[in-house]
């Protein structure tokens, strides 16, 4: 069966079998920036929004997806080029497996608050965004400098 | 207060100051791939597979010891799309270790590809490729196979002479003297003394004892371990593969497929994360196994549950730690004996349990006698393997909770209790000497250890008052501190290898070569940092290209905290070797000789100012304008270490404990870390930070554990949590002024260090606000409470 959904913007109609999860899908069809971590919806690597929210697409049926908005991280590519470049200044990207799903999720979190999110919103908001590699304190500092200098453009 | 019995030496001296005048090393420069990788640019193996690629699915024992009796493949293969099924009598019985390590290897020769034997839920029956990948499966369980179950031995105290023997068969074997004993059940055993510990034990008017059980730990690299193999149009076997070590790697196909190596090429794309979990083989064989029989590309990637079930763990161990020390608290004897399940077969399996000696016994290098023992056993549970931490984070763990019981045995303060025992810089340990990986060691004089220096600011930092270690935040609820100190090494001496190739271009750029495996810690950057800094070029001047057996020079992989110090030091003299021949080939070029040139900001001139030319423009004389004299510059080098200079760590932790609940809760950990020059600093911090979390996670949370009959209860990442971001407080990492003579401008490693002191220090901290040692990892909330019942019972 086909679906049809809009990603990154672009109508497209894509094959998926009953039952399929939309990280396959999205695979298949080449976003390889959706990375595929743990297949129970507990590492965050497969983050996608969703109409704008994000969503865990290794959970999500392809199905549900029909007609939706689907987002990933080459979507909001300049967005995500500022982030990046607070992530690599911290050395807080490390193997970069957990990185588009976080990245997404921490621009999903900017969109969401009106205000600068204090340290706690922020470990919250992105609690389920796991990393093995750096102990997270890098990250925190990272996306701490990012939201100061985005919040004072 | 600061006890000035043991002066603070002075930051090393002139070679120090220089590391400040650097232009590139000891910057924080970003990862040269981490923008791309931040964005999701195709990088890992999965991202890169060719389109028409079979996809393999694995059958897997259902047992926990079985034999089989046969395999019918007659229905899958009758699935339209299922390309073919292989079992064990489709490849040469050829026995193998799927250990990533030097040749030969220190593990045993106990598994075959496939066997007609399995010994863990999860050990591999048969290889399924078909179209498709929801194909693949489906023809997998379709395979029918009869087993005839035996009786596995799954508790590794009752493993060691049990009647059932896990490996009867005939073949294996070990590839040096290792202790390998298999009808006993005993992958490996070693055994050392230096003095007489019994009679210095004897002697000492002061004991501990203190016997900890560390538990089985799973790396959880977000990336599960993938690869894809196709056949090339020299009809060579190609494999991508999420690997450590792509030397080892073809040499251990090679062998198990009797092949030519020069047959095979390994490449190594980014990796997802490793911690030692991809420091073996555990899909390049099945890959291979199916485009050599189909011709055609083949693609694996292990599901979540598959990486949990039949990759492989830390080694689970019992360490039993004996001190004897003078009132005073001099240390005169320490006895380690140690008991570590390797599962069901023994990759790595004497080298971490060595480990657990060799990295720990020598942080306290002033007693008279120490001894070393213990047997490493086979169970019917997943293979042990590499770690990041490698037994020593084991053998930490029981030497500094028995230092912790003989303080308060002493009534001393922790801190100067170690203070008073600890090694120091210009000293040395018998152990070094004794012990290596396997093998004899290396003796070594330590050159750099800023212990002292790590003390005296992690105390600062936790704000440390031997006499204010606990106080009561809430009815029930403490908060309390404790600390340990450790060490690593820098590589393997005289064993681990690197190399490096460095080449001008045009456009005065040069192209870096390493063998050095990234895993994600960033050494492509760190590696070209080097390069840069000896070339007198810019970060961006340094293309580097890493990991491929066939287009990069050879290196042993990324292990042992090896490629700082090993690939690093090779990168260096590749560097120098480079510029020397630069200088020569301008010298020539000028009339003049070499020692009349002066290279600086990417200029050659004659040391009378009267000619100079760019590196840009020569690089374009060299290759297109020189007629006869044109030709490529180059050089290549290698380095292999005659010492493993160690980093050092002093952690200081507090905690909080709720006594009804018995929550144990990290408030802030402190580590002050002696890594030598970080080349990047905020790469060395942040890879010393996930090294801690992953180690707060082993003292605390994680646990493999299995069913009675041997099935894995914790097989994903719901039943087997990683520490998450609301998990821990704050962590504090910082950096120690410290130069390293032997390491390249400096630097030791940073990559294992990180994870060895939590286990220890939580513990600590544990004790001295209930009074209650535990000894049984992880620390969960049933267990605290439990031990705390215990301990009030027994006072009762």
Known sequence: MNITLRINGKQESIECLPGEMLTEVLRRAGHFEVKKGCDTGNCGACTVLVDGKPVLSCSYLAVRAEGKEITTIQGLADEAKKFAAFLTAEGADQCGFCAPGFALTVLAMKEEFSSIPDEAQIRHYLAGNLCRCSGYEGQIRAIKKYLEAQHAE | MQNNDYPIPLPNDAKLEATKQFNVVAHDLPKVDGEGLVLGRPAYTDDLVPPNALYVKLVRSPHAFARILSIDPTDALALPGVACVLTWKDIPRIPITRAGQGNPEPS???????????????????????????????????????????????????????????????????????????????AAAYHMEIGDVEQELAASPVKVETTVHTQAQQHVALEPHTAFSYIDLQGR?????????????????????????????????????????????????????????????????????????????????????????NPDGKLRAIDMQVLSNTGAYGEHALTTFMVAGSKTLPLYN????VRFGGHVVYTNKVSAGAFRGYGAIQGLTGLEAAMDELAHKLSIDPVELRRKNMLHEGETSEVFRIMGEGTEGVAMNIESCKLEECIARGKELIGWDFTQLVHEVAPGVLRAKGMAIAMQGSGIPLIDMGSARIELQDGGFFKLHVGATDLGTGSDTILAQIAAEELGVDMEDIVVHSSDTDHTPFDVGAYASSTTYVSGS???????????????????????????????????MTADGTKSLSLNDFSYDTLYHDGEKMKTIEATESFSGSKSPPPYLAA????????????????????????????????????????????????????????EAGHMLSHNMMTYPIPSREDVGRITVELVDSYEPSGPFGAKSAGEIGIDTPPAAIANAIRNATGVRLTEYPFTPERVLAALKAAKTQHT
């Open chain 2, 652 to 707: 200081f932790v507090e905690i909080e404990i709720d006594t009804e609940t018995g929550k144990v809760n990290v408030v802030h950990y402190v580590a002050v870390v002696d890594v030598g020059t970080p080349i990047n600093p905020n790469l060395a911090k942040v890879q010393i930070e996930g090294g801690l979390l992953q180690g707060i996670g082993l003292a605390l949370y994680e646990d493999v554990r299995y069913s």
């Open chain 2, 570 to 604: 090779a990168v260096l003299k590749a560097a120098r070797s480079l510029k020397t021949k630069l200088i020569e080939a301008v010298a020539e070029k000028f009339g003049v000789a070499p020692k009349d040139i002066v290279y600086t900001q990417k200029t050659f």
């Open chain 2, 108 to 186: 045993p020769h106990d598994r075959f590809i496939l066997d007609e034997y399995v010994r863990y839920v999860g050990d591999e029956v048969a290889v399924v490729a078909a179209e498709t990948e929801a194909l693949a499966e489906k023809a997998a369980g379709l395979v029918k196979v009869e087993y005839q179950k035996l009786k596995p031995v799954l508790d590794f105290e009752h493993a060691l002479d049990n009647p059932i023997v896990i490996h009867p068969e005939p073949g294996i074997h070990e590839m040096f003297p290792i202790g390998f004993e298999p009808k006993r059940n005993i």
């Open chain 2, 366 to 369: 002033k007693v008279s006698a």
């Open chain 2, 237 to 325: 076997l190609v494999i991508v593969t999420s690997t450590q070590n792509p030397w080892h790697t073809r040499r251990l196909l090679g062998l198990a497929f009797q092949m030519p190596l020069r047959q095979i090429r390994i490449v190594k794309p980014r990796i997802g994360g490793g911690f030692g979990g991809k420091q073996h083989i555990h899909v390049e064989p099945y890959v291979a196994m199916v485009t050599m029989k189909t011709g055609r590309p083949a693609s694996l990637a292990l599901t979540r549950r598959e990486v949990f079930e039949a990759t492989f763990t830390r080694h689970e161990m019992r360490v039993k730690v004996r001190l004897g020390a």
